[in-house]
T-cell receptor, first 114, second 112 residues
Framework: DGGITQSPKYLFRKEGQNVTLSCEQN?????MYWYRQDPGQGLRLIYY???????QKGDIAEGYSVSREKKESFPLTVTSAQKNPTAFYLC?????????????FGQGTRLTVV | QQQVKQSPQSLIVQKGGISIINCAYE??????FPWYQQFPGKGPALLIA?????SEKKEGRFTISFNKSAKQFSLHIMDSQPGDSATYFC???????????FGTGTSLTVIP
């Protein structure tokens, strides 16, 4: 089945530790996105990539890093510089074409700092 | 700055009633307006979407009404069911960009 796979579903991080969230898609989409979801704040854009080897900061990029070495993969690293990382993280992808705009989401990763 | 403003934050509706969620935007470059439905612990899924060349789009019990001059659009859920209880997000995207701007979400509870 085509879709977006995020792993792990739950992740626990100790203070001062970097962790990486995985996002893989087999939809042949050019554009990929990372969002952070907190209660009452909706979805806030962390990073997005429109093409391999290129990505842009979103509204809340501080403390996060990404790479886009393959079209299918867009991993997100939550660094120790992110002071409040506990949240639900969502990865999404879209074709990137103006006429076909639908964004597909993964099932999310819940990150908790312990 | 919130590009898309959504209201209400929460909504309680009786089974069989009509649920209405409203969104407003300022950027006239937006040309695609989707609504997403999200159940707890899951990722959002596209429910219905509209482009500004039409004023209304209906899919089953779900209807988007779009007012281009007022820069507002709304989701109507007819004959609301307990299974519709979820969080709903409106969003907007422009012809020239690939970013999606989301509203803050509406938590809908349909009471049996």
């Amino acid at each position: 089945d085509g879709g977006i796979t995020q792993s792990p579903k739950y992740l626990f991080r100790k203070e001062g530790q970097n962790v990486t969230l995985s996002c893989e898609q087999n939809l042949n989409h050019d554009a990929m996105y990372w969002y952070r979801q907190d209660p009452g704040q909706g979805l806030r854009l962390i990073y997005y990539s429109q093409i391999v080897n290129d990505f842009q900061k979103g509204d809340i990029a501080e403390g996060y890093s990404v790479s886009r070495e393959k079209k299918e993969s867009f991993p997100l690293t939550v660094t120790s510089a992110q002071k409040n990382p506990t949240a639900f993280y969502l990865c999404a992808s879209s074709t990137g074409q103006a006429k076909i705009k639908e964004a597909f989401f993964g099932q999310g990763t819940r990150l908790t700092v312990v | 700055q919130q590009q898309v403003k959504q209201s209400p934050q929460s909504l309680i509706v009786q089974k069989g009633g009509i649920s209405i969620i409203n969104c407003a935007y300022e950027n006239t470059a937006f040309d695609y307006f989707p609504w997403y439905q999200q159940f707890p612990g899951k990722g959002p899924a596209l429910l219905i979407a509209i482009r500004p060349d039409v004023s209304e789009k209906k899919e089953g019990r779900f209807t988007i009404s779009f007012n281009k001059s007022a820069k507002q659009f709304s989701l109507h859920i007819m004959d609301s069911q307990p299974g519709d209880s979820a969080t709903y997000f409106c969003a907007a995207s422009s012809w020239t960009g690939n970013q999606f701007y989301f509203g803050t979400g509406t938590s809908l509870t349909v009471i049996p």
